[in-house]
Nanobody
Framework: QVQVVESGGGLVQAGGSLRLSCAASGSIFRINDMGWYRQAPGKQRELVAFITSLGSTNYADSVKGRFTISRDNAKNTEYLQMNSLKPEDTAVYYC??????????????WGQGTQVTVSS
């Protein structure tokens, strides 16, 4: 059994900051890529950022220079530091982790989502 749980969402004014966390727990043998996605009302889910097990990162153009993804492999946790937030960043943010368990091969595990609302 594997669980992926996000935390850290909330309401913030434009220009403010938030830090999201995502912790994976359970029968985890290894975690490869981890990423953050978001879905705004009426829109498709989109990739915000991802980070490999070696720490290589990639970002959506819309968040480059404002968001920073990081991870703590010892804690099976990833983070998303969001600065200079804009109203268009308002969405439900989801964590995804590519996890290999002790009993199965790699699979994608999603968190339940955390709401981020940026007021103008």
């Amino acid at each position: 059994q594997v669980q992926v749980v996000e935390s850290g969402g909330g309401l913030v004014q434009a220009g403010g900051s938030l830090r999201l966390s995502c912790a994976a727990s359970g029968s985890i043998f290894r975690i490869n890529d981890m990423g953050w996605y978001r879905q705004a009302p009426g829109k498709q889910r989109e990739l915000v950022a991802f980070i490999t097990s070696l720490g290589s990162t990639n970002y959506a153009d819309s968040v480059k220079g404002r968001f920073t993804i990081s991870r703590d492999n010892a804690k099976n946790t990833e983070y998303l530091q969001m600065n200079s937030l804009k109203p268009e960043d308002t969405a439900v943010y989801y964590c995804k982790a590519q996890i290999r368990t002790y009993t199965a091969g790699f699979g994608d595990y999603w968190g339940q989502g955390t709401q981020v609302t940026v007021s103008s």
